[in-house]
C-alpha cells in the first residue's frame, strides 16, 4: 500500500515537473545531474510509475550516475559503513517495513556486522511500519513509544559517555 502510495504522488509531481525534462517538442532532453554533467531521464517511465522503485530507475537513479537501480540501492544502503560506526547508535526497524524489508534482509542491516559492533542497539518491531510508530491508545497523536525509546537510549548514551 505504501510503496504504490508514495509511488504513485512522485509519479503526479514528476508529470507536474516534466516540461523540465523535456524540450519544446515534447522528447526527454539531457538535465543537470547531481555531481556534474547531465542525465537524460525516462519521463514517460517515472510519470506512469506505481512504484517507488520505478520512479527511482526512471529518474533518481541515472540523476545520481548510477547504471542501474540496484547499484542505486547497494550504495545508498547502511551495510557497507555499518563497521565504521563509532558512536552509540540506536537503530529501530519493523519488521512490516515496506521499505527496509526484513523478509528480503532480517532488518536494516547485515545482523553479524550489527553483532560484531558494539556501538549498535538495534530494535526490530513486529510492526511499526516505514515512518513511525503509532500509539494504540492515540493514532493521530505523536509516537510517544518511539519518542520515549529514542529519549531513553539518549539518556543512557550520555550516562555512559565517557568524561
Not at 50 to 63: F, G, K, Q, S
Not at 124 to 134: D, M, S
Amino acid at each position: 500500500v505504501y510503496d504504490r502510495s508514495i509511488g504513485g504522488s512522485l509519479a503526479e509531481k514528476i508529470r507536474g515537473a516534466a516540461h523540465l525534462f523535456v524540450d519544446d517538442a515534447g522528447r526527454s532532453k539531457p538535465v543537470p545531474a547531481w555531481g556534474g554533467g547531465t542525465f537524460v531521464a525516462d519521463v514517460d517511465r517515472a510519470s506512469a510509475a506505481t512504484t517507488i522503485r520505478a520512479v527511482d530507475e526512471a529518474l533518481t537513479a541515472p540523476c545520481f550516475g548510477f547504471p542501474t537501480v540496484d547499484a542505486y540501492y547497494a550504495d545508498a544502503s547502511a551495510d557497507q559503513r555499518v563497521c565504521a560506526v563509532d558512536a552509540p547508535l540506536l537503530v529501530v526497524n519493523a519488521a512490516d517495513d515496506p521499505i527496509a524489508l526484513t523478509t528480503v534482509k532480517r532488518g536494516v542491516f547485515d545482523y553479524d556486522a550489527v553483532a560484531a559492533n558494539d556501538n549498535l542497539v538495534v530494535a526490530v518491531t513486529a510492526r511499526g511500519g516505514h515512518l513511525g510508530w503509532v500509539d494504540a491508545a492515540d493514532p493521530t497523536g505523536p509516537p510517544d513509544w518511539a519518542q520515549e525509546t529514542v529519549l531513553d537510549f539518549l539518556d543512557a548514551a550520555r550516562r555512559e559517555a565517557p568524561p
